[in-house]
């Protein structure tokens, strides 16, 4: 016994999810990309003053912890 062929109808429901899935996934990576990049710009026009000053706060916060940490240990 032979099976039937799908009807045409068929095929073109696959085709359709087919492009829609590329197409999501292509929306996906264009706007990930763009916001990306207004990220890097954004980075780039704060300036060497806010970098430093960014730079001088998380230093502080790593010389915290390590002082935390260093007096758990002294605790044991």
Not at 14 to 35: N, P, Q
Not at 36 to 52: I, L, T, Y
Request: aromatic share 10%; glycine share 4%; proline share 5%.
């Amino acid at each position: 016994m032979e099976r039937e062929p799908l009807p045409p109808a068929t095929w073109d429901m696959w085709r359709w999810l087919v492009i829609a899935a590329i197409l999501a996934l292509w929306l996906e990576w264009v706007l990930y990309y763009m916001a990306r990049e207004r990220q890097r710009v954004a980075e780039v026009h704060e300036g060497p003053a806010d970098q430093a000053k960014q730079d001088f706060d998380e230093e502080s916060e790593i010389g915290e912890e390590s002082t935390s940490l260093k007096t758990n240990l002294v605790g044991r």
